[in-house]
């Protein structure tokens, strides 16, 4: 099932959601939200059945709601949506926006569609009757494949993820490329309800946070070959407008190190765990008071 609506398609099998010419695999709680407010429309959804459907048999914070669909709203407008989708009613809920015309499709599979031309033919000869089988056996054996390589992006995916509790206050972005490095400062974090999100390239952690909001980013220096990694994802941060605060956790420490991090507009360096762990926390202060 595909919904159109605004300047934007969402496609319901695929999980995905197509913005003129930009095309991205949706995050599942994203995906289930729009999906949900898309087939209750023009109902007003109220927080507790929300949090029922998009965390069941959890329970979560008060304000995990509202960061879900701020976060949703951010990625909607970062790739180009023309018009607001999801409407807040004050003291009741959410909605989507009832002013937006919403067109509902069943796009027929392509094996169908051969199938159905089949059925055209049925009368014809029998090389016609050959040669449609040919293309149905070819179209199935392409969709299996897009199929298994769909598959194959949806574990890669999987890289992104990391853990955050029910009730996290807060996120951080963890860019190193041997993430099991720092299991134990990452577990610190999580018991103190912080949701830790691992990544392992500059590239991977510009798209990001891109799309997702993060209270610090946290960088190792040298990675997969080019020493300077995390100086150059700071300053690409910076370049972009992005002020989310930024640290360097790494095993050598010198004043030289400590000065460029802060001339590019990070927020310090730091060797030893409790130094890491004392820096992110203030990021956090009022959340953990």
Known sequence: MEYRFSNA????????????????????????????????????????????????DSVVSPWSLPRLVSDTRSLLQRLGV??????????????????LKVLQQSPKDETQLNLELLSVERHSDGAHLKFWIGVTLLMCSICIWLIINHSFEHLNDKEFKASEPLDAIGRILWVDDNPTNNKKEQGYFLKHKIGVYNTTSTQEALLLL????????????????????????????????????????????????????????????????VDLYESVLLHFHNEIL
């Open 82 to 99: 023309d018009q607001d989708i999801i409407v807040t009613v004050r003291g009741q809920g959410y909605k989507f926006n009832p002013e």
């Open 9 to 56: 398609t969402l496609n319901a099998k695929t999980q995905t959601l197509d913005v003129e010419d930009k095309k991205i695999v949706l995050e599942e709680r994203v995906f289930n939200l729009l999906l949900y407010l898309l087939d209750t429309r023009p109902k007003v959804c109220n927080q507790q059945e929300l949090v029922a459907f998009l965390w069941p």
């Open 210 to 273: 891109s799309m997702y909001e993060y209270n610090v980013v946290i960088s190792d220096m040298g990675r997969q070959g080019e020493p300077l990694a995390g100086l150059k994802l700071l300053r690409a941060m910076r370049t972009r407008g992005d002020d989310t605060p930024f640290y360097v956790y790494t095993w050598v420490e010198s004043e030289n190190q400590i000065s460029v991090i802060k001339a590019a507009g990070g927020q310090g360096v730091a060797t030893k765990k």
